[in-house]
């Protein structure tokens, strides 16, 4: 009973510094925000979340939940395939990190996925408007519509009007300490991970992806920078379309500034290579993001992020505009 009960106090007492407000017990730069491809053709693949280079210490354990929340819009179509997304996503990915031994941690994560006509339509179309960035076909097309569409000439695919919901792809990583944050202030990790198709069309790939990638910090008082790179090979074509797939990966840069013990901000920036080649362009091309964001301490255990882009660079690939809500605690 002395383990269990050991292992029950950590936990009440971690979820308390979760909630209480209070400053932390020392003042570091925050992790950036946990940015990935949230368009609705590339999320269907492994993506993995952008994160510090350290890993945590042995037998620490780390919990984290976070919210995607993205109002997607493409319409285009070739001769071999008709692609109507337009909808609002809510993506709820609870996720968990264990340092099994020193430099080495396991990680996991399984995505829930809602899509459903949404109420952003009218500001989006003027926020572009201001920035002369349109999507081609948005304001043709009715406001608040709900439909996921990648249709072959011979009916091949899926095709789903109205609210969805459903798993995505579980993926599992490792992740293993190559320089700890030494003098210098610099931080190098590695990792591999691995998706399994556990999701329903629409939500998952159908496939199994590897993935393979480097994560580089530096840290100089109060400001950090941050560099993700990773590579993706998915094993089949997307699956109800039969859409090739091929060799596919993003490149994320972050920086970070602690504003005081309880409040550091950010400013990200990213590109994602698509998983899938089609001759319609607007959904095989790279997709480029601007994130900023602020993380905010609440005791020494837990934080939460806040971040938002709008895609003004790629208005026409990838999701539009997307909220990202993340809370995490150490135990």
């Given at each position: 009973?002395?383990?269990?009960r050991?292992?029950?106090?950590?936990?009440?007492?971690?979820?308390?510094?979760?909630?209480?407000?209070?400053?932390?017990?020392?003042?570091?730069?925050?992790a950036?925000?946990p940015?990935?491809?949230?368009?609705?053709?590339?999320?269907?693949?492994?993506?993995?979340?952008?994160?510090?280079?350290?890993?945590?210490?042995?037998?620490?354990?780390?919990?984290?939940?976070?919210?995607?929340?993205?109002?997607?819009?493409?319409?285009?179509?070739s001769?071999?395939?008709?692609v109507?997304?337009?909808?609002?996503s809510?993506a709820?990915?609870?996720?968990?990190?264990?340092?099994?031994?020193?430099?080495?941690?396991?990680?996991?994560?399984?995505?829930?996925?809602?899509?459903?006509?949404?109420?952003?339509?009218g500001?989006?179309?003027n926020?572009?408007?201001?920035?002369?960035?349109?999507s081609?076909?948005?304001?043709?097309?009715?406001?608040?519509?709900?439909?996921?569409?990648?249709?072959?000439?011979?009916?091949?695919?899926?095709?789903?009007?109205?609210t969805q919901?459903?798993?995505g792809?579980?993926?599992?990583?490792?992740?293993?300490?190559?320089?700890?944050?030494?003098?210098?202030g610099?931080?190098?990790?590695?990792?591999g991970?691995?998706k399994?198709?556990?999701?329903?069309?629409?939500?998952?790939s159908?496939?199994?992806?590897?993935?393979?990638?480097g994560?580089?910090?530096?840290?100089?008082?109060?400001?950090?920078?941050?560099?993700?790179?990773?590579?993706?090979?998915?094993?089949?074509?997307l699956?109800?379309?039969?859409?090739?797939t091929?060799?596919?990966?993003?490149?994320?840069?972050?920086?970070?500034?602690?504003?005081?013990?309880v409040?550091?901000l950010?400013?990200?920036?990213?590109?994602?290579?698509?998983?899938?080649?089609s001759?319609?362009?607007?959904?095989?091309?790279?997709?480029?993001?601007?994130?900023?964001?602020?993380?905010?301490r609440?005791?020494?255990?837990?934080?939460?992020?806040?971040?938002?882009?709008?895609?003004?660079?790629?208005?026409?690939?990838?999701?539009?505009?997307?909220?990202?809500?993340?809370?995490?605690?150490?135990?």
């Amino acid at each position: 009973m002395g383990p269990a009960r050991d292992i029950v106090l950590r936990s009440v007492l971690a979820a308390a510094a979760f909630v209480a407000a209070g400053p932390a017990s020392a003042v570091e730069v925050a992790a950036p925000l946990p940015w990935q491809e949230p368009g609705a053709v590339g999320r269907m693949f492994l993506q993995l979340p952008f994160e510090e280079p350290e890993v945590l210490p042995p037998g620490r354990v780390a919990v984290g939940l976070q919210l995607l929340y993205t109002n997607d819009f493409i319409g285009d179509a070739s001769s071999t395939l008709a692609v109507t997304i337009d909808f609002e996503s809510a993506a709820l990915t609870p996720s968990v990190r264990y340092a099994i031994a020193r430099g080495v941690e396991l990680q996991a994560a399984l995505p829930v996925y809602v899509n459903y006509g949404g109420f952003l339509d009218g500001w989006i179309e003027n926020v572009e408007a201001f920035f002369q960035a349109t999507s081609p076909g948005r304001l043709s097309t009715p406001r608040n519509l709900s439909v996921f569409r990648l249709v072959r000439p011979d009916g091949a695919g899926f095709d789903v009007q109205g609210t969805q919901a459903g798993l995505g792809d579980a993926w599992a990583a490792v992740k293993a300490a190559v320089l700890d944050a030494d003098a210098a202030g610099l931080a190098l990790s590695l990792r591999g991970a691995m998706k399994f198709p556990t999701g329903a069309p629409g939500f998952g790939s159908g496939t199994v992806d590897f993935g393979f990638g480097g994560l580089l910090g530096w840290t100089g008082g109060p400001v950090g920078l941050r560099l993700q790179v990773d590579g993706y090979l998915p094993t089949g074509s997307l699956q109800s379309v039969g859409l090739g797939t091929r060799v596919y990966g993003a490149a994320q840069l972050g920086a970070a500034f602690q504003v005081s013990e309880v409040v550091a901000l950010h400013a990200q920036t990213s590109a994602h290579l698509s998983p899938v080649w089609s001759d319609v362009k607007f959904i095989s091309y790279w997709t480029f993001y601007v994130l900023l964001g602020a993380t905010f301490r609440v005791g020494p255990a837990g934080a939460i992020q806040v971040g938002v882009t709008e895609n003004i660079f790629t208005p026409t690939r990838g999701a539009d505009f997307t909220v990202l809500v993340n809370g995490r605690v150490s135990l």
